[in-house]
């Protein structure tokens, strides 16, 4: 069975025949399913991972499909923001942004759309090749001129409602990048393991002699930005001196200055110093208030110029604990969130050391121009505290740090002017409209709460190249700023640079051009508007947007909110999202929530299923640098797009999912048992003994829901399974629950099918007693199978299409694809013969145990087998009807032959659950051995690759006995293996195709097969 393979001719087929323009027209106009793709970043091929959603989506798309619904079938590629930036800047190998102007914006950013297209057209092969069906050719771009300019409306929005806004705060930023980074763009897996240097440092106390604060950073370039240091009021604090110990002159006169040194630090922080330091008195952090002492680095002039008249000193703090350091916290405000916020409540001034490129400004002395993470301006700050005996230790400290998402590069905390949008007021109804949602897994709606709760204000504004262009034109001369919501506008406020931006199309320029520039920089740089306050001639601000602004307008930019409301409304909101959960709370979830919320009021979807992370088969995470990356050309040549989506399918979302080969392996080889029963039925029914739509027997194939109307109580048994299982797989599928619907399915084609119904109905096939009873059993597995079909269709819809071509007539539908999604028959649901079936299979088991306990193989018959009652509770025993009894007659037979036993008794008395008779007659020895050799014969058909339909002759050598035997049950055996004779020879000498030796009954047994023509 070669996955690939098959898949390509599938795909072949599907583009030839024009399959899914074929569905897309069969539910047009019908009542609608709505669902909104999250944009892929086309930045790269995709991945693994990105498989796993596009499964889901695909599969969830396809079973809407197969139930009527009309849907859009669009799919998006997120094009603008730092992730592109960086990787162009990587392929020409730029270290900063300085590079990237030195290249020119216009041509960075043609880079960046040229990437944009060409990784996009390789995600959309990738996924075609995954079989995911969308409507390619009509695929959105968040680098549109549409989305773009719907993100303007957006922003003006914000501003009428007074939501947006300049702040001036500290914020991380990433000094490679040069840009601020959100909040919710730095998630847990952002943070590194990384050991710094971290420095105990004393500081002077003012008007007493010889004692110091100690205070604590593992920044130590933020010291030059020291104002305050703060403490908890409640805690104790104690002061310290060294104990003089019993030591050697000379040391202890090298130690008399330290002697006289008294230390302040929290109380149970003293361990940080040693043994060698005794508590002189305790106080409250309270009485530390106001406490004057001498700066670090007072000397500098930005130092004196950003502390002014304010003297350092110690200030409360509710927030400081005995976690780190020594619960004197160095303030740092303009290198600090939480410093800078306390600078805000206390009035303290704020020293602001870095400039874009994460190096000290001006003033800083021989630290001016330095990089804040460089080794040598670390020392710089510890020379320069040594000089002044003010380091009381350094030591190494590993702790978790925030890197840039993009670039990895540790960040800093620096404080800038950004634009934000306010979230305060939006906190409440974002809440109200999340409860209205619906989480799969329902934990996501604890998640995103939690995250509303904490969220800050939204940070929109980078320093950067490739994005939206925020519509903001600020008058630096009033102060006024404007915001700009749609290009007719900016048309109209243009006084200069229009004409420029929106000249018509060069040749050779890009195609994605339509009427001038796009709306990106430079070239909307050029446009110039007047203040409608003073008048002045205001440029753009340079920033552009947030990335996650791009994504989150697409609900309205796709749909037609600004071209076709009516259109819009009909599909919005969007009934489903799908997405991999990490992170998508804080960012795309939570986007579309706020950019809807700000638009419309409301939920932009109904029901949102996330999905963990693919990793490898040991449960690690996948990097290219450990060489455990998995990529996705690669697998889905090896293993095939349908195991892949299979397993994609049978996992839990909410788990991560572990991907490997060998998994792969041990999935294919389930497939392969559901792929055997296919075979089977196509090894044994020829095509006209498929049910025909015009004969008279096979009524449920004319009438619609009707299903086959066998009395044998396996068929009966199959189809009240199959019922059964289109109800959970439905179920499940309506609640977005694919794990559990393949899960079903595979016990269904595992347990129930392969290893039961077609087992046990082997005969019926192969050697019928009549003709209709062939007939029944074909009826039956062929609805089966069809059924089935249409069932996984939506997870391997490659699998399904090829079953499907094999045994559809030409009444049927073209592709499975087109079929309706089957219905539950209730009245086929036979839960009492369930049962039945369970107990007999459990029997079954127990007895199979108890032989290979006895050592007697399956093939051995034997005279009985005692049921204890309890077991087994036939049919109907208090009022018996004819109909029911047979029911019971036949299934004890089905344990009969499974168990090859003689008879069926039952009895109460019994020790055990079930008691074999192990009498082996000469009889029932003589059936064994003729059992065992029909076996091998069979065995060697196979090997010899004959089918059932070719004629064989069969040779052998053995002992007289054995020879007897065979004999004696001659025609049973030649009709059993289809054989037109069998031969006892003296050697080798005759030709045969396959031979074989073995024991049989503890004898030489050889035996050998022709083909006969
Ligand atoms: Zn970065
Ligand atoms: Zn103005």
């Known amino acids: 069975m070669d996955f690939p393979k098959i898949e390509k001719e599938i795909l072949k087929f599907w583009q030839e025949n024009k399959i899914f323009e074929k569905l897309r027209q069969k539910n047009k106009g019908k009542k609608q399913w709505s669902f909104l793709d999250g944009p892929i970043t086309a930045n790269n091929p995709m991945g693994v991972h990105h498989a796993w959603g596009r499964t889901y989506k695909d599969l969830f798309q396809r079973y809407k499909a197969m139930q009527g619904f009309d849907e859009r079938f669009q799919n998006g590629f997120d094009c603008q923001g730092l992730w592109v930036e960086v990787e162009v800047e990587k392929e020409l190998g730029f270290k900063n942004k300085k590079d990237i102007e030195k290249y020119g914006i216009e041509k960075f950013v043609e880079r960046c759309k040229e990437r944009v297209r060409k990784y996009s057209k390789i995600q959309m092969e990738q996924s075609i090749r995954l079989g995911q069906w969308m409507d390619w050719d009509n695929s959105y771009y968040t680098m549109s001129d549409e989305n773009n300019y719907a993100i303007w409306y957006f922003l003006k929005k914000c501003q009428e409602k007074e939501l947006l806004y300049k702040g001036r705060d500290v914020v991380p930023w990433c000094p490679r990048c040069g840009t601020a980074i959100s909040q919710h763009e730095i998630l847990t897996e952002e943070y590194k393991e990384i050991v710094h240097k971290a420095i105990f440092f004393k500081l002077p106390v003012i ?35 060294s104990k003089i110990k019993n030591q050697n002159a000379k040391l202890q006169i090298k130690n008399q200055k330290l002697n006289e040194e008294k230390i302040i630090l929290l109380k149970n922080k003293i361990n940080v110093l040693g043994d060698d330091y005794e508590v002189v008195k305790t106080i409250k952090g309270k009485e530390l208030e106001n406490m004057e002492y ?61 400039n874009d490129e994460s190096c000290y400004k001006e003033g800083f002395g021989n630290l001016s121009g330095k990089f804040v993470f460089e080794d040598e301006t670390r020392d710089l700050i510890f020379e320069s505290l040594r000089g002044k005996n003010l380091v009381f230790k350094i030591e190494d400290y590993k702790h978790r740090y925030p890197t840039c998402w993009r670039c990895k590069t540790e960040l800093i905390f620096r404080l ?100 001038g520039h796009s709306p990106h920089r430079p070239w909307i740089d050029k446009i110039k508007i007047r203040c409608q306050r003073c008048g002045s001639l205001l440029s753009r601000i340079l920033d552009v947007g947030n990335p996650w602004l791009d994504a989150g307008i697409v609900p309205f930019s796709t749909t037609g909110y600004f071209q076709d409301r009516g259109y819009w409304r009909k599909w919005f909101p969007a009934d ?9 709370f804080k960012n795309w979830f939570y986007v579309l929530l706020v950019m809807s919320q700000v638009l419309e009021d409301t939920n932009p979807f109904k029901t949102v299923l996330g999905y963990a992370t693919v990793v490898d088969e040991k449960g690690e995470e996948m990097h290219k640098s450990k060489g455990n990356a998995i990529w996705f050309d690669e697998a889905v040549e090896k293993i095939g797009a349908d195991v892949m989506r299979w397993m994609y399918s049978k996992q839990n979302p909410v788990f991560n999912m572990k991907l490997g080969y060998n998994i792969a392996k041990e999935t294919k080889r389930k497939l392969l ?61 309506d609640k977005y629950d694919a794990a559990r619907a393949s899960k079903a399915i595979e016990d269904f084609f595992v347990d129930d099918l392969s290893l039961w119904y077609i087992r046990r109905s082997r005969k019926r096939f192969q050697n019928p007693k009549k003709e209709t009873e062939k007939q029944e059993a074909v009826e039956t597995l062929y609805f089966v199978l069809l059924t089935l079909t249409k069932l996984f269709s939506p997870m391997m819809p490659f699998l399904a299409e090829e079953v499907y071509q094999k045994l559809k007539d030409e009444e049927m539908p073209q592709s499975v694809h087109l079929c309706d999604w089957p219905k539950i028959i209730e009245k086929a649901v036979n839960q009492e013969l369930e049962n039945q079936m369970d107990s007999i299979r459990e029997i079954i088991t127990k007895t199979l145990a108890k ?23 036939p049919v109907g025993l208090t009022s018996p009807s004819r109909e029911k009894l047979k029911i019971t007659e036949e299934l004890l037979d089905l344990i009969k032959e499974e168990v090859n036993v003689k008879e069926i008794v039952f009895d109460d008395k019994i020790k055990e659950e079930i008691e074999l008779d192990v009498k082996i007659t000469e009889e029932l020895k003589e059936e064994g051995v003729v059992r065992e050799i029909i076996r091998h014969i069979q065995d060697l058909r196979r090997i010899a690759g004959l089918t059932p339909k070719n004629k064989a002759l069969i040779i052998y050598m053995a002992s007289l006995d054995i020879s007897k035997v065979l004999e004696k049950n001659k025609d049973f055996i030649l009709k059993t293996t289809r054989a037109v004779e069998i031969k006892r020879v003296e050697s080798k000498k005759e030709k045969f195709d396959k031979e074989k030796t073995m024991k049989v009954a503890s004898q030489e047994f050889w035996l050998a097969i022709k083909k006969v023509e």
Not at 327 to 334: E, K, L, N, R, Y
Not at 576 to 584: H, K, L, V
């Open 673 to 733: 048992t559901l792929w055997n029963s296919y075979t089977f039925f196509e090894t044994y029914v020829s095509k006209k003994e498929i049910p025909n739509p015009k004969s008279q027997s096979t009524s449920w194939r004319t009438n619609k829901f009707q299903i086959p109307n066998s009395k044998n109580i396996l068929d009966q048994w199959i189809i009240s399974k199959l019922n059964r299982l289109i109800g959970v797989v439905t179920e499940s599928l």
């Open 416 to 515: 800038v002017n950004e634009w934000y949008i306010s979230m305060e007021e939006l906190r409440g109804p974002l809440k109200e409209t999340t409860k209205k949602i619906k989480w799969f897994p329902s934990f996501g709606q604890d998640r995103e709460l939690d995250w509303l709760n904490n969220m800050q204000d939204w940070l929109i504004s980078k320093k950067r190249y490739w994005g939206l262009a925020l519509p903001i034109f600020e008058c630096q001369k009033c102060g006024n700023f404007e915001v700009i919501g749609s290009k007719e506008e900016l048309k109209e406020r243009a006084v200069e640079g229009w004409d420029e931006f929106a000249a018509p199309l060069k040749r050779g320029e890009p195609r994605l051009r339509r009427e």
């Open 207 to 241: 008007g007493q002699k010889d004692t110091y604060f100690l205070g604590w950073t593992t920044t130590p370039w933020t010291l030059p930005a020291n104002v305050a240091l703060a403490v908890h009021p409640e805690l104790d604090y104690a002061i310290v001196k």
């Open 576 to 584: 489903f999202i799908c997405e991999s959960f990490p992170g998508q």
């Open 851 to 873: 032989r290979t306990e006895l050592g007697i193989k399956v093939r051995q018959p034997l005279p009985k087998l005692k049921i204890k009652n309890a077991l087994f509770k």
């Open 294 to 354: 001498e700066g670090l680095f007072d000397e500098l002039p930005a130092v004196r110029e950003g502390i002014g008249k304010f003297e350092h000193s110690v200030v409360l703090w509710k927030d400081v604990t005995s976690e780190e350091g020594t619960g004197i916290v160095h303030i740092a405000p303009g290198c600090g969130q939480e410093d800078f916020q306390l600078s805000r409540e206390l009035g303290l001034p704020v020293i602001d050391p870095t």
